[in-house]
């Protein structure tokens, strides 16, 4: 399969992608865009494929108001056309992975019986982790995979994001419902269009020379 994006199309999107402070309120993303976007979350790889979250859409106003307030006022909150919080799925078990073996074998018109030796190796891995203490982090984890493919899937349409952690989790999972349920926030990212004078938007984007990070062997 080829793909029409051509390498420097690629690094032109990334250079041009930044961390936007200042939204046009007034500009919404179009809906062929966001289910692109959307898809991007559905596409995105996770540790054996299972997928330990879920992505809560948020373009309600009131909503957004009140996840700003628990943002620290970041303006982007509301400003954006549309404000995505990452929840993890806590406690990953033996349901997970049969939610998931389940739609493997429906999607490929598999036997379920023939994943067998898959989902125990899942449920062991899992187990294992939890035994260990960490598995919520590594779940954790899988969320920034999920969000680097969203910032890089917007930045080749042309669409503005800010990634943001700077909030707090409790107020957030209150204010969507996710208090005492298995989901809980981790990270957010808005996205929408940038302002025409947003300074930050101008400025040379500052990376180490790729021969300080780049280690060929």
Known sequence: MSFTLSPEAL?????????????????????????ALEQSLVLAPSSIGLQPWRFFVVTDAAVKERLMAAAWRQVQVVDCS?????????????????????????????????????????VGNLDQARAEGRLDKW??????????????????????????EGFEPAKFDEILGLKGTEFASVVAC????????????????????????????
């Not at 349901?95 to 030796?117: F, T, Y």
């Not at 920034?144 to 990634?163: E, K, N």
């Not at 929408?192 to 060929?216: C, H, N, Q, S, W």
Request: charged share 25%; proline share 2%; aromatic share 10%.
């Open 139 to 164: 779940q954790e984890h899988q969320l920034y995979i999920a969000l680097g493919q969203f910032l890089a899937s917007a930045a080749v349409l042309g669409i503005d994001t800010c990634p943001m």
């Open 82 to 122: 549309h404000f995505v919080v990452f929840a993890v799925r806590r406690n990953l078990g033996a349901d997970h992975v049969a939610r998931h073996v389940a739609r493997m074998a429906e999607v490929r018109g598999l036997p379920i019986e023939s994943l067998a030796k898959f989902r125990d190796m899942a």
């Open 190 to 217: 808005a996205a929408g269009y940038r302002v025409p004078d947003e300074r930050y938007a101008l400025m040379k984007k500052v990376r180490f020379r790729t021969e300080d990070v780049i280690v060929r062997v």
């Open 11 to 35: 690094l032109e999107a990334l250079h041009w992608r930044y961390a936007t402070r200042k939204f046009d309120a007034a500009r919404k993303i179009a809906a062929a865009d966001w289910h």
